[in-house]
């Protein structure tokens, strides 16, 4: 029986957790049913994760399990001696909960022994992929809150998007700028969270790491027209031509992590955008997961994990317009040219 290659068993891991894409998963199954080694760690992974059937996400603290996964990182990174010892001791530890002063979640027993388990079943040499993929899925339930908050919108205004006044020619790169005039591409999306539809921390992606945690004061919500800085939002917004319906109809790109041509727009928002392409910002995806790639949510809410910036049947590059090269500047003003043309931004 052929051993299996560390991708072959990464592999395994993304079909067990839905991570995987359509072709990722006929080539699981296939190994599954061909493989005795594949067929025995798929059965250990699912039953690894069945106890977490029944756990909401939302109950699964990120701080938990990231404290969790650093802990085991650091000790697979002295040794698998010292992993093996680590594990042994936990699965050897009595837990005593006190029920008085208990404060937490189930969930939270569930996700840290689910992820013992993981690991334990499957082998992976490189803990930081583990921790890569949670912080991939956690992320695309916050997309999932945000479409949630999108249709309710919708339901509550006519089937149509939410929407704020702007004039051709006008900039959309100033998030966070608090004037009346709607410069930026991410107020209609503020209006979300201004009428309570969408949580302000949905917005901000949690595989980008932050040098502070983020604070919002949610009484002051209505003091602003916009996202208070960019440091609040980590996601690009379809920004649409003339023809482009403002509703979720079809299945077209509507959000995904940000946008990797826009990661260091300017502050200074008096002087005009000189933004200039390089080869890079053509080819890289987005920085929220480590350029592993980015997740896209469509209009009808599905949200899939893409490795290629190259998304849909017209296999369009979302993160450019169709006539950016390299060399080409960008205003900040620029509108796609038809609807097919998906640009995201900013």
């Not at 920085?287 to 369009?316: C, K, L, P, T």
Request: overall charge neutral; hydrophobic content about 35%.
């Amino acid at each position: 029986m052929t051993s299996l290659s560390d991708r072959e068993k990464q592999l395994l891991f993304d079909y067990c957790l839905g991570l995987t894409s359509e072709q990722e998963t006929i080539e699981a199954e296939s190994l599954i049913a061909s493989n005795e080694q594949a067929a025995a760690i798929h059965s250990k992974l699912k039953s690894a994760v069945a106890p977490l059937e029944c756990v909401s996400p939302e109950a699964c603290p990120e701080a938990l399990v990231e404290r969790t996964i650093m802990r085991l990182k650091a000790a697979a990174d002295t040794g698998r001696e010292h992993l093996e010892q680590l594990l042994a001791t936990e699965q050897a530890r009595k837990s005593t909960i006190k029920l008085l002063g208990f404060r937490g979640n189930w969930g939270e027993v569930v996700a840290i022994a689910a992820i013992l388990m993981i690991i334990t079943a499957i082998g992976i040499p490189s803990l930081g992929f583990a921790r890569q993929k949670y912080w991939q899925h956690r992320c695309q339930v916050q997309l999932g809150s945000i479409f949630q908050g999108l249709a309710n919108y919708v339901s509550d205004h006519d089937e149509q998007l939410p929407a704020v006044a702007a004039t051709a020619g006008e900039p959309w790169w100033k998030v966070g700028y608090q004037g009346r005039e709607n410069h930026s591409n991410t107020r209609h999306v503020w209006l979300l969270v201004k009428r309570g539809y969408v949580k302000p921390e949905k917005f901000v992606c949690p595989g980008r790491r932050q040098t502070k945690k983020l604070q919002f004061d949610l009484l002051r919500v209505e003091d602003y027209h916009d996202f208070p800085s960019r440091a609040y939002v980590s996601i690009s917004f379809r920004l649409r031509c003339k023809e482009d319906k403002r509703d979720l109809s079809g299945r077209k790109v509507m959000m995904a992590d940000l946008n990797p041509l826009l990661e260091e727009l300017p502050t200074d928002y008096s002087r005009p955008l000189r933004l200039r392409v390089c080869e890079e910002m053509l080819k890289s995806n987005s920085y929220n997961h480590n350029r592993r790639g980015q997740n896209v949510m469509f209009s009808d809410g599905s949200i899939v994990f893409a490795r290629a910036r190259h998304v849909g049947e017209q296999q369009d590059d979302i993160f450019t317009l169709r006539d950016m090269s390299c060399g080409s500047e960008v205003k900040g003003c620029e509108r796609p040219s038809c609807v097919t043309d998906t640009f995201l931004a900013p």
